[in-house]
C-alpha cells in the first residue's frame, strides 16, 4: 500500500519539475547546440594557424567549414553534447556534497553512478579527440597508414602501419572526459549556486564565457602533462594490444611516442592540447547554460482562482515534499516577494473567503519556522559531537526504534516536521515557541532537547558517564561512512558497557546478553589496533573544516527563509490590515533568538574559524564553503530588520526573561 500510494506523489513531483524547469532545459541543450559551430570554426581555424600565409590560411579554413565531412562530424558532436546535457541533467544538485574524510571522497568517487558517469564522459572525450583529429588533419587523422619504412614495403602483406600519433589523440581524449567527470565530483560542479543579485542570463553567460576560456586553456595544459606522464610508463601496453588485434606493424622511421624523444613533438603536444581547450569549452559551455537557466527565478502564485492550478501555489508547494530545487526556487521567490512585490504581499496577508484564516500566511510562516528548528537542532547535534570528541551520543533506551540520522543524510531530504527526529513546531499561537511543555515524560529526545526543561537527559548523561568510562577517553575515530557524513550513526547501545542503565524515568534496563558484551568487546579491541595504524587513519581521520561545511550544506533556503520571512513581517507593520501577522509575532521572534544563541554557540567552538576565507574568482564555484558566514550575517540581518521596524512595540511581546534580555540588546544596536 505504500508503494501504491507513493507512485501519485512521485508523479505530481515530475510534473511539476517538468513544469517548472522542462522548457529551461531544452532551451539550455538548445543553445549549447547552436554554439557548437562557432566553437567548431575557432578550433578548425587556430588548428591550422598559418602566420605566414594568412590569407590561404582563412581560405583553407572556411572551405573546410563548407565540407560535407566537417557538416557529419558537426552532427556527430551534436549528439556528444546532447548526451553531456543529458547528465547534467541526472546527476545535479542543489546542495553540495561534501566528503569528511579520504575514504568518504574514495566511496564517493567508485560509487557506481559516478563510475557510470566517469565510463560515459571519457568514452564521449574520445569521440570528440577523434573527430577533432580527423577535422584537423595532417597526419593526425587515420589510425592506420602506410608505412613509411623499407623493411615494411618488402612485403606487400604488411604495408600498413599503426599511426600511434591518432592513438595518442584518442586516449588523450579518453583521459580528459575522464579526468573531467572526476574533477566534475571532486570540486562539487554539480552544485548549483544560486545567483546572489538577479542579472538577464545574456550578461550572465557573458560574464563567465572569458572565464571560462581561461579555465579550459589553463586545465587542458595540466591535463596534458599528466598525459604524457602516464604515456610514458604504460603508453606501450594500448600500443602493442591494438597493433597486436588489428595484425598492425610497427613503423621503425618514426620515434615511439613513450620516449622522451617521441613526447617532444611540439605540433602532437599543441594541437592535442588545443583538442582539450575543445572538448572542455564545448562541455563548459553547456554546464554554464544548464546553470544559468535552472537557476533563473521562477514566479509562483501566492494564491488562484482554479483548483487545478493550487499545486503550483507558493504555500502549497512549501508544505508539501516537492523535489528540492523546487523548494529552493520556492523560497527564493518568497524572499523576493517579500522585499520587491508589495501586491503579492498583500496576498499573503489575506484572508481566505468564506472563513476569514489566514490561509497563505500560516502555510508559508510555519514552513520557515520548520526549517529555523531544523537548523537549531542540527547545530545542537554538532555541538554535541563536538563535546565528545564526534560522538553522537544515540538513545540508551531499548524501547526506543528510532535512530539519529546523520545531518548530512537529513540535508538532502525536505525538511518537513513529519519526518525529522527533532521536536515538531507548535501551532502559531501567541504562547512560546520553545515552552517546556513541548517535552513529556514519556517521550525522550535523542538529541536532548532545548525547549524547556531537560533534567532527566542530563540525569540519565550522569548515569551514562559513571558506568561507560570509554566515553571520556578522546581517542581518534575510526569509523566514516561512504557519504561523508560528519557524525556516525551508531546504534543503540554501542556505547554502553555491560552493567545496567538508568532510563529517564527511573526504571533499571537489565544487562545485555554475553554475546553481546563480547562482540561490543571484540569491536573496541579492532578499532583501537586500527587506530595505532598510520595508513588506516589517514584514510579514515576527518578534516574538521569539510565537517562543518557540511553542517550547513543547505543553509540556502534557511538564509531565504530568514530573509523572506523577516521582510513579511517588517512590512506587515504598515501593510498588514488584518493582524494576520502579528498573532506569530512571539513564535517568530522566540524562533529566530533561539537560532541565534545556538549559532553564537556553535562559532565559539574550537574548530569553527570567525572569519570567512577569501575566495579566489574561478569557474568552479565554492560559495557553499562560506554559506554559514553568510546564514550567520542573515540571521543577524533579520533579527534587526524586525526589531527597528518595531522598536519599542517589542517590549510587550511575550518572551522569556533571557529572550527579553536579548531583544533589548538588539534593539539597543548593542549585538
Not at 553534447?81 to 579520504?102: A, D, H, K, M, W
Not at 600519433?165 to 560542479?189: E, K, P, V
Not at 556505547?495 to 571484540?522: F, H
Given at each position: 500500500?505504500?508503494?501504491?500510494?507513493?507512485?501519485?506523489?512521485?508523479?505530481?513531483?515530475?510534473?511539476?519539475?517538468?513544469?517548472?524547469?522542462?522548457?529551461?532545459?531544452?532551451?539550455?541543450?538548445?543553445?549549447?547546440?547552436?554554439?557548437?559551430?562557432?566553437?567548431?570554426?575557432?578550433?578548425?581555424?587556430?588548428?591550422?594557424?598559418?602566420?605566414?600565409?594568412?590569407?590561404?590560411?582563412?581560405?583553407?579554413?572556411?572551405?573546410?567549414?563548407?565540407?560535407?565531412?566537417?557538416?557529419?562530424?558537426?552532427?556527430?558532436?551534436?549528439?556528444?553534447?546532447?548526451?553531456?546535457?543529458?547528465?547534467?541533467?541526472?546527476?545535479?544538485?542543489?546542495?553540495?556534497?561534501?566528503?569528511?574524510?579520504?575514504?568518504?571522497?574514495?566511496?564517493?568517487?567508485?560509487?557506481?553512478?559516478?563510475?557510470?558517469?566517469?565510463?560515459?564522459?571519457?568514452?564521449?572525450?574520445?569521440?570528440?579527440?577523434?573527430?577533432?583529429?580527423?577535422?584537423?588533419?595532417?597526419?593526425?587523422?587515420?589510425?592506420?597508414?602506410?608505412?613509411?619504412?623499407?623493411?615494411?614495403?618488402?612485403?606487400?602483406?604488411?604495408?600498413?602501419?599503426?599511426?600511434?600519433?591518432?592513438?595518442?589523440?584518442?586516449?588523450?581524449?579518453?583521459?580528459?572526459?575522464?579526468?573531467?567527470?572526476?574533477?566534475?565530483?571532486?570540486?562539487?560542479?554539480?552544485?548549483?549556486?544560486?545567483?546572489?543579485?538577479?542579472?538577464?542570463?545574456?550578461?550572465?553567460?557573458?560574464?563567465?564565457?572569458?572565464?571560462?576560456?581561461?579555465?579550459?586553456?589553463?586545465?587542458?595544459?595540466?591535463?596534458?602533462?599528466?598525459?604524457?606522464?602516464?604515456?610514458?610508463?604504460?603508453?606501450?601496453?594500448?600500443?602493442?594490444?591494438?597493433?597486436?588485434?588489428?595484425?598492425?606493424?610497427?613503423?621503425?622511421?618514426?620515434?615511439?611516442?613513450?620516449?622522451?624523444?617521441?613526447?617532444?613533438?611540439?605540433?602532437?603536444?599543441?594541437?592535442?592540447?588545443?583538442?582539450?581547450?575543445?572538448?572542455?569549452?564545448?562541455?563548459?559551455?553547456?554546464?554554464?547554460?544548464?546553470?544559468?537557466?535552472?537557476?533563473?527565478?521562477?514566479?509562483?502564485?501566492?494564491?488562484?482562482?482554479?483548483?487545478?492550478?493550487?499545486?503550483?501555489?507558493?504555500?502549497?508547494?512549501?508544505?508539501?515534499?516537492?523535489?528540492?530545487?523546487?523548494?529552493?526556487?520556492?523560497?527564493q521567490d518568497l524572499m523576493l516577494l517579500s522585499q520587491y512585490s508589495p501586491s503579492r504581499r498583500q496576498e499573503v496577508f489575506s484572508l481566505s473567503q468564506p472563513g476569514g484564516h489566514p490561509h497563505n500566511w500560516t502555510a508559508i510562516s510555519r514552513e520557515c519556522l520548520n526549517l529555523f528548528n531544523e537548523m537549531t537542532q542540527k547545530l545542537i547535534v554538532y555541538q554535541e559531537a563536538a563535546a565528545t570528541d564526534g560522538r553522537v551520543l544515540c538513545s540508551s533506551y531499548p524501547g526506543e526504534p528510532k535512530k539519529l540520522n546523520c545531518p548530512e543524510e537529513i540535508t538532502f531530504q525536505t525538511p518537513k516536521s513529519s519526518q525529522m527526529t527533532q521536536p515538531s513546531?507548535?501551532?502559531?499561537?501567541?504562547?512560546?515557541?520553545?515552552?517546556?511543555?513541548?517535552?513529556?515524560?514519556?517521550?525522550?529526545?535523542?538529541?536532548?532537547?532545548?525547549?524547556?526543561?531537560?533534567?532527566?537527559?542530563?540525569?540519565?548523561?550522569?548515569?551514562?558517564?559513571?558506568?561507560?568510562?570509554?566515553?571520556?577517553?578522546?581517542?581518534?575515530?575510526?569509523?566514516?561512512?561512504?557519504?561523508?557524513?560528519?557524525?556516525?550513526?551508531?546504534?543503540?547501545?554501542?556505547?554502553?558497557?555491560?552493567?545496567?542503565?538508568?532510563?529517564?524515568?527511573?526504571?533499571?534496563?537489565?544487562?545485555?546478553?554475553?554475546?553481546?558484551?563480547?562482540?561490543?568487546?571484540?569491536?573496541?579491541?579492532?578499532?583501537?589496533?586500527?587506530?595505532?595504524?598510520?595508513?588506516?587513519?589517514?584514510?579514515?581521520?576527518?578534516?574538521?573544516?569539510?565537517?562543518?561545511?557540511?553542517?550547513?550544506?543547505?543553509?540556502?533556503?534557511?538564509?531565504?527563509?530568514?530573509?523572506?520571512?523577516?521582510?513579511?513581517?517588517?512590512?506587515?507593520?504598515?501593510?498588514?490590515?488584518?493582524?494576520?501577522?502579528?498573532?506569530?509575532?512571539?513564535?517568530?521572534?522566540?524562533?529566530?533568538?533561539?537560532?541565534?544563541?545556538?549559532?553564537?554557540?556553535?562559532?565559539?567552538?574550537?574548530?569553527?574559524?570567525?572569519?570567512?576565507?577569501?575566495?579566489?574568482?574561478?569557474?568552479?564555484?565554492?560559495?557553499?564553503?562560506?554559506?554559514?558566514?553568510?546564514?550567520?550575517?542573515?540571521?543577524?540581518?533579520?533579527?534587526?530588520?524586525?526589531?527597528?521596524?518595531?522598536?519599542?512595540?517589542?517590549?510587550?511581546?511575550?518572551?522569556?526573561?533571557?529572550?527579553?534580555?536579548?531583544?533589548?540588546?538588539?534593539?539597543?544596536?548593542?549585538?
Open positions: 500500500m505504500a508503494t501504491a500510494g507513493s507512485r501519485p506523489c512521485l508523479g505530481g513531483s515530475r510534473d511539476i519539475l517538468w513544469r517548472v524547469l522542462g522548457w529551461r532545459i531544452v532551451t539550455s541543450i538548445v543553445w549549447s547546440v547552436v554554439l557548437l559551430p562557432l566553437c567548431t570554426t575557432v578550433f578548425i581555424i587556430v588548428s591550422s594557424i598559418d602566420l605566414f600565409h594568412p590569407i590561404q590560411w582563412l581560405s583553407d579554413s572556411f572551405n573546410d567549414l563548407y565540407s560535407s565531412y566537417v557538416i557529419f562530424y558537426l552532427l556527430l558532436l551534436s549528439v556528444v553534447l546532447v548526451i553531456i546535457n543529458i547528465f547534467n541533467v541526472e546527476f545535479y544538485t542543489v546542495v553540495p556534497c561534501i566528503s569528511c574524510s579520504r575514504l568518504a571522497l574514495v566511496g564517493k568517487i567508485f560509487h557506481p553512478q559516478q563510475v557510470l558517469h566517469s565510463f560515459v564522459h571519457a568514452s564521449m572525450g574520445m569521440v570528440m579527440a577523434w573527430c577533432a583529429a580527423v577535422i584537423t588533419k595532417g597526419p593526425y587523422s587515420f589510425l592506420v597508414v602506410p608505412c613509411t619504412d623499407t623493411e615494411s614495403l618488402d612485403s606487400p602483406a604488411a604495408q600498413t602501419c599503426l599511426n600511434e600519433r591518432h592513438l595518442f589523440f584518442l586516449l588523450a581524449g579518453t583521459f580528459m572526459g575522464y579526468s573531467y567527470s572526476l574533477l566534475y565530483f571532486i570540486n562539487n560542479m554539480n552544485y548549483l549556486p544560486f545567483p546572489i543579485i538577479q542579472q538577464y542570463k545574456f550578461l550572465r553567460f557573458r560574464r563567465s564565457l572569458l572565464l571560462l576560456v581561461k579555465h579550459s586553456c589553463v586545465e587542458s595544459l595540466f591535463l596534458v602533462r599528466n598525459f604524457c606522464i602516464l604515456y610514458y610508463f604504460l603508453g606501450h601496453i594500448p600500443r602493442a594490444w591494438i597493433s597486436t588485434a588489428m595484425d598492425l606493424r610497427k613503423d621503425k622511421q618514426l620515434h615511439p611516442l613513450d620516449t622522451v624523444s617521441g613526447l617532444l613533438n611540439l605540433s602532437l603536444l599543441y594541437h592535442v592540447w588545443l583538442c582539450g581547450v575543445f572538448v572542455l569549452t564545448t562541455w563548459y559551455i553547456s554546464w554554464i547554460l544548464f546553470k544559468i537557466y535552472v537557476t533563473e527565478a521562477h514566479l509562483f502564485p501566492v494564491q488562484t482562482s482554479f483548483a487545478e492550478e493550487s499545486d503550483e501555489c507558493l504555500p502549497k508547494i512549501l508544505n508539501s515534499n516537492p523535489p528540492l530545487i523546487i523548494k529552493y526556487l520556492a523560497l513546531v507548535p501551532p502559531l499561537v501567541k504562547t512560546s515557541l520553545f515552552s517546556s511543555k513541548l517535552s513529556t515524560p514519556d517521550v525522550v529526545s535523542p538529541l536532548g532537547t532545548p525547549f524547556g526543561s531537560s533534567v532527566m537527559n542530563r540525569v540519565a548523561g550522569i548515569f551514562e558517564s559513571h558506568q561507560t568510562p570509554q566515553l571520556r577517553r578522546r581517542e581518534p575515530r575510526l569509523w566514516t561512512s561512504a557519504s561523508g557524513k560528519y557524525c556516525q550513526q551508531m546504534t543503540e547501545f554501542s556505547n554502553l558497557s555491560p552493567s545496567t542503565s538508568v532510563s529517564a524515568e527511573g526504571r533499571t534496563v537489565g544487562q545485555p546478553s554475553l554475546i553481546y558484551s563480547w562482540i561490543q568487546s571484540k569491536r573496541e579491541q579492532i578499532k583501537n589496533f586500527l587506530s595505532k595504524r598510520v595508513l588506516i587513519m589517514y584514510f579514515f581521520s576527518k578534516h574538521p573544516e569539510a565537517s562543518i561545511q557540511a553542517v550547513f550544506a543547505d543553509a540556502q533556503m534557511h538564509i531565504w527563509a530568514l530573509e523572506g520571512l523577516s521582510h513579511l513581517v517588517a512590512a506587515s507593520f504598515t501593510e498588514d490590515r488584518f493582524g494576520v501577522v502579528q498573532t506569530t509575532l512571539p513564535v517568530i521572534l522566540n524562533a529566530l533568538l533561539t537560532l541565534q544563541e545556538a549559532v553564537d554557540k556553535y562559532f565559539k567552538l574550537p574548530h569553527a574559524s570567525s572569519k570567512p576565507p577569501r575566495i579566489s574568482g574561478s569557474l568552479v564555484d565554492t560559495s557553499y564553503k562560506t554559506l554559514r558566514f553568510a546564514f550567520r550575517a542573515s540571521l543577524k540581518t533579520a533579527i534587526y530588520r524586525i526589531t527597528t521596524t518595531f522598536g519599542e512595540h517589542l517590549n510587550a511581546v511575550q518572551a522569556s526573561a533571557e529572550h527579553q534580555k536579548r531583544l533589548q540588546q538588539f534593539l539597543e544596536f548593542k549585538e
